[in-house]
């Protein structure tokens, strides 16, 4: 009787642990690292030609490394650092701006920016004007 009830024991205390994590707010405040992309979205750094690939680039798109982390502070400001690397060549560059988010609806500099956030993971989404879809796929750091 006694090994039962620790058995429940131990059941309950393990059942009250995984309710306290799923209902821990899911906050976009933290970094994150950007671990996939389409491919519009090299037009995010300034790529032009006709974008259905890498390709556009020729030999030189299979050599391209692209780094993108994002942080959001709590303060509502956000900076994304942006790195691309080319052969021996590579560029930095880093964007800071102003967010909101409530109630899943993000904004970033004033406007409306497609998202969807788990704990660990956020997607962003956003239409060009040129009408490509830019999706970038982020994990938390």
């Not at 009787?1 to 131990?10: H, P, S």
């Not at 032009?48 to 400001?77: K, R, Y």
């Not at 560029?91 to 904004?107: A, I, K, P």
């Amino acid at each position: 009787m006694k090994k039962k009830l620790t058995a429940l024991a131990l059941l309950l205390a393990l059942a009250l642990i995984l309710t306290a994590c799923e209902s821990a707010p899911v906050t976009i405040v933290g970094s994150w690292e950007c671990e996939d992309f389409n491919e519009a979205a090299g037009a995010i750094f300034g790529l032009t030609g006709e974008l259905t690939g890498m390709g556009f680039l020729g030999d030189l798109g299979s050599a391209m490394d692209i780094a993108v982390v994002l942080h959001f502070f709590e303060n509502g400001t956000y900076r994304m650092d942006m790195e691309v690397a080319m052969m021996f060549v590579s560029q930095n560059e880093s964007y800071d701006g102003t967010y909101s988010y409530e109630n899943g609806v993000l904004y970033m500099d004033g406007q409306r920016v497609d998202c969807t956030l788990t704990r660990n993971k956020l997607t962003l989404t956003e239409k060009t004007a040129e009408g490509f879809n830019l999706r970038l796929a982020f994990k938390r750091q």
